[in-house]
């Protein structure tokens, strides 16, 4: 059997999409973590983007979530999360990369350092999210099957409600209840659960603190964020 060494940054929603797959297929594996500000040689060696999740399998590298996902789909199992027919498994395919998108623009929001970059990324977010809302089945992606589509977009809606708690103006769930249930099911699975550290929240929130700096003129915690004059 194949060994499994995932390389990960605690805190990457990418890495994490990898985990539940891994745990979701039953493989047994290792996790080695990197700080993305101090990354080794090793590292820079294996990936040749010099970004996390890689995958090593034995000798092998494999690199960006979404690779590595159908890999371990398609040779770990029983079951399939992609489904059989071609034109389903592209659509998925295709969710999965807005699932990507989605991620990159709430890091854009929790990162803007004026309130209108905020408002605008808040915006195409909330956009996002309420397509999300008309086209997922629940309690998953497809129904009662989960897929890849949940491994993908989990990590995102996780971190949408983290951030949701911080900073209620946000609002980014609200009125959405397909999405909220979702959510809610996709936490209560034991492969999401077990898919981060157990302080992955207060890494969180320390991690925006840092990022964001002192020359940030939109303060997350405490004030009103979208609507209330400049801080």
């Given at each position: 059997?194949?060994?499994?060494?995932?390389?990960?940054?605690?805190?990457?929603?990418?890495?994490?999409?990898?985990?539940?797959?891994?745990?979701?297929?039953?493989?047994?594996?290792?996790?080695?973590?990197?700080?993305?500000?101090?990354?080794?040689?090793?590292?820079?060696?294996?990936?040749?983007?010099?970004?996390?999740?890689?995958?090593?399998?034995?000798?092998?590298?494999?690199?960006?979530?979404?690779?590595?996902?159908?890999?371990?789909?398609?040779?770990?199992?029983?079951?399939?999360?992609?489904?059989?027919?071609?034109?389903?498994?592209?659509?998925?395919?295709?969710?999965?990369?807005?699932?990507?998108?989605?991620?990159?623009?709430?890091?854009?929001?929790?990162?803007?350092?004026?309130?209108?970059?905020?408002?605008?990324?808040?915006?195409?977010?909330?956009?996002?999210?309420?397509?999300?809302?008309?086209?997922?089945?629940?309690p998953y992606w497809h129904g009662d099957a989960f897929s890849l589509v949940d491994t993908a977009i989990a990590p995102l809606l996780q971190r949408v409600g983290w951030a949701d708690a911080l900073v209620p103006d946000f609002a980014l769930l609200g009125g959405l209840p397909k999405v909220r249930a979702w959510t809610e099911a996709l936490?209560?699975?034991?492969?999401?659960?077990?898919?981060?550290?157990?302080?992955?929240?207060?890494?969180?929130?320390?991690?925006?603190?840092?990022?964001?700096?002192?020359?940030?003129?939109?303060?997350?915690?405490?004030?009103?964020?979208?609507?209330?004059?400049?801080?």
């Open positions: 059997m194949a060994t499994y060494t995932l390389v990960s940054f605690k805190l990457c929603p990418f890495v994490q999409r990898s985990v539940i797959t891994l745990e979701e297929k039953g493989v047994p594996y290792e996790i080695r973590y990197i700080e993305l500000d101090a990354k080794p040689e090793w590292f820079l060696e294996l990936s040749p983007l010099g970004k996390v999740p890689v995958l090593q399998v034995d000798d092998t590298v494999l690199f960006e979530s979404a690779v590595i996902n159908e890999y371990l789909d398609e040779v770990a199992g029983t079951s399939r999360l992609l489904p059989a027919d071609a034109l389903a498994r592209a659509r998925d395919r295709a969710w999965i990369e807005f699932g990507s998108a989605l991620i990159g623009e709430h890091w854009q929001l929790t990162m803007a350092a004026e309130r209108d970059a905020a408002q605008r990324f808040h915006d195409g977010l909330r956009s996002k999210l309420e397509r999300l809302e008309r086209e997922v089945r629940g936490l209560a699975r034991p492969s999401v659960q077990r898919s981060t550290v157990p302080e992955i929240q207060s890494l969180y929130r320390a991690y925006l603190v840092q990022a964001r700096g002192p020359q940030s003129k939109v303060s997350w915690f405490g004030q009103q964020v979208l609507a209330g004059p400049s801080a």
